[in-house]
């Protein structure tokens, strides 16, 4: 019999069938199914017997879902909005990234390690998970609000960070190993790195901004959807890997970037299409790897030293995060919401733990102590944002008295507007005008300007506050049009509403069957799903032209 040698096949088989068995225990069970995809990484790992599957392997191939990620999110964001949260993400990330190297360090201080292991233990357990975040807030379609942007951007911020720490950690090693390093050595390192960053990004601002869009335009144009699909793949993957080849940057932070400057073509929508499908079987892979690299005898050998990384991870973190936020005068549920998105660790993680092993900077313990935490913080990490949404609203009430008074609209018979994104303004530009005046409430600079231009009124402010809603003048209204895309918060804002005006013609917009009900039964008058919306469209043209 001919026994076929082939170790990529077999890691990529064996993983995705234990997380597609183990992910639907999972979601049977009602936990989440990136529970079973860790576990699924743990059965084929060294430290389990049975078969084992190539580690190498299934880092790269989760690195490339981490690629496809961060390429989708840069495409739908763009270049103001990273500058528009840079006030926030650069002294926040860098102060979280203080707050939880020190505590870190603390910790390996107690253990009886060295100050340089500290120091890369404490690195290690400070910089967020890409792949967790995104997905936590694609899941609540959080994305494109003011509180995923500043996620995003601060998690951006700690991608260059760690970029720095791996320039830096070598050096260390060195200084640990008693042969010394010249400060002007150290600063000439620092220096170089920076530059290559800046070389990079203004490669990409300058040349990328203008030769991508047109390589898509140019390929859409030749009407094969087979060679577009290959173009946004190529590009993705092409400026991932040139970037971190040429310029020593991630391969996450050069795909966002290849997005970003991709998402200012009018293709955007539609190269996310494309990325979709690879992304996600590739996501599910970066968690199976991420459960071979675990030992679990970790959590009985040191159940306390554990206990500690988790607390500094979930609870440190946390902590540092939604004071900073709260000290840059942000709402409450920016806070909250920052503080759990960021209450996890992952991929540089591991990069980081395993460069300082492989440099004798810190104990072989070490790797174990960061994997089960970031296991256990990513098991966690949806109990955080269920958290969140119990305390937001506690939140709210709490700070309201705080919030100065809100002017209310003089308006009657008109229309509220809750929320002006893509759907928000459509709507609102579609009624424009005195014959149908309008009240958009709204907390994002660049959508408030919007509505402004399109001649509603505007409220700044979080619907869910009482308060906001009253300025709106609810009980005189003629409808009020939620199109926000949070269900949670979108269910506060209908049922405050027809408490307020029992009479008052209400419409939501919602992502699932599950949120359709949940909003009809707090009071909507009707609730639109897209998916639902387009196919009676087209049942609508079938019967007008005979079925």
């Known amino acids: 019999m001919l026994e076929h040698h082939t170790p990529l096949i077999a890691t990529i088989a064996a993983g995705l069938m234990l997380a597609f068995v183990l992910g639907l225990c999972a979601h049977r069970l009602r936990i989440q199914p990136i529970v079973g995809y860790l576990l699924a990484g743990v059965a084929v790992g060294p430290f389990t017997p049975g078969f ?64 340089q292991a500290g120091l890369v233990f404490g690195l290690a357990l400070s910089v967020a998970s890409t792949v967790v975040l995104i997905r936590a807030l694609q899941e609540r379609h959080m994305l494109d609000t003011d509180r995923g942007r500043i996620a995003v951007g601060w998690l951006v911020v700690e991608d260059l960070a760690m970029v720095l720490a791996l320039v830096l950690v070598p050096s260390a090693a060195v ?11 150290m600063a000439f390192l620092l220096l170089v790195t920076l530059a290559k960053v800046s070389v990079f990004v203004a490669l990409m601002l300058l040349v990328g901004r203008r030769l991508i869009p047109w390589l898509m335009h140019y390929t859409a144009h030749t009407g094969s959807r087979e060679l577009f699909r290959l173009a946004v793949y190529a590009i993705a993957l092409g400026v991932a890997f040139g970037a971190a080849k040429l310029f020593g940057v991630s391969f996450a932070l050069g795909a966002f970037f290849a997005g970003v400057v991709m998402g200012e073509s009018e293709l955007s929508q539609q190269a996310t299409e494309e990325a979709l499908p690879l992304r996600d079987a590739f996501a599910v892979l970066f ?34 995060a939604y004071l900073i936020v709260r000290a840059f005068g942000h709402p409450n549920a ?24 492989s440099l004798a900077l810190v104990p072989p313990e070490a790797r174990d102590l960061v994997l089960a935490g970031a296991i256990v913080s990513i098991v966690l990490n949806p109990l955080m944002f269920g958290i969140v949404d119990r305390l937001r609203p506690r939140a709210a009430q709490g700070t309201r008295a705080k919030q100065p008074d809100i002017p209310p609209t003089t308006l009657s018979g008109h229309t509220v507007l809750v929320g002006y994104g893509r759907v928000g303004s459509y709507v609102g530009a579609a009624l424009a005008g005195p014959a149908v005046p309008s009240v958009v409430i709204e907390t994002s600079e660049r959508a408030i300007e919007l509505a402004r231009r399109d001649g509603s009124e505007v409220i700044v402010g979080n619907a869910a506050r009482p308060d906001i809603l009253a300025a709106a003048n609810l009980t005189q209204a003629r409808r009020l049009v939620v199109t926000i895309p949070e269900a949670f918060e ?49 049942l609508e043209r079938i019967r007008e032209n005979g079925a």
């Open 490 to 538: 979108a269910g506060q804002v209908v049922e405050q509403a027809r408490a307020a005006n029992p009479s008052l013609e209400i419409l939501a917009r919602a992502h699932s069957d599950a949120t359709i009900e949940h909003l009809n039964g707090l009071g909507a008058n009707l609730v639109v799903s897209g998916e639902r919306e387009i196919a009676e469209r087209m």
């Open 334 to 357: 920016t806070a909250l919401t920052i503080s759990a998105s960021l209450a996890q660790i992952g991929e540089f993680s591991f990069i980081l733990i395993g460069l300082g092993i």
């Open 287 to 320: 968690f199976v790897s991420v459960g071979m690299l675990l030992n679990p005898s970790v959590f009985v050998e040191a159940p306390l030293a554990l206990l500690a990384t988790v607390a500094i991870i979930v609870l440190g973190k946390s902590i540092a």
């Open 52 to 115: 084992v599957a190539d580690l190498s392997l299934a880092a790269e191939l989760a690195e490339i879902g981490v690629i496809l990620l961060m390429f989708g999110v840069g495409l739908h964001f763009s270049l103001k909005d990273l500058m528009s949260v840079a006030h926030i993400a650069v002294p926040g990330a860098i102060g979280q990234i203080v707050v939880a190297t020190l505590l870190g360090a603390g910790l390996a201080h107690l253990l009886g390690w060295s100050f």
């Open 175 to 185: 200084i640990s190993a008693g042969d010394g390093v010249a400060p002007g050595r």
